[in-house]
């Protein structure tokens, strides 16, 4: 039996599918939006948040905040947003 809240279905378009696995498969976009892809496409298989963190070696809370996040913003929310201050 499953404990915890039950998860927001997440359902991609196919050219949201299309982009996401774009991204996965990519070897010159950042490793962190890397994984962000691969969360999202792994929740949207109905891969439980748990199963994904294992699998991608990260915490299920990251699983959590980038697939709350993707719900909210879709596939611009996986981007990082700017931050205050003086670039490095």
């Not at 599918?17 to 109905?46: E, Y």
């Not at 199963?51 to 709350?68: C, D, E, N, S």
């Amino acid at each position: 039996m499953a404990m915890g809240r039950p998860k927001a279905e997440l359902v991609l378009s196919e050219d949201e599918r299309s982009q996401l696995m774009s991204i996965a498969r990519s070897r010159s976009i950042s490793a962190a939006l890397v994984t962000r892809a691969r969360i999202v496409l792994a929740a949207a298989d109905g891969e439980p948040n748990s199963a994904i963190a294992q699998r991608l070696q990260i915490r299920r809370a990251t699983v959590g905040k980038w697939r709350l996040r993707f719900l909210e913003q879709r596939i611009n929310g996986l981007y990082d947003e700017v931050r205050p201050g003086k670039p490095r």
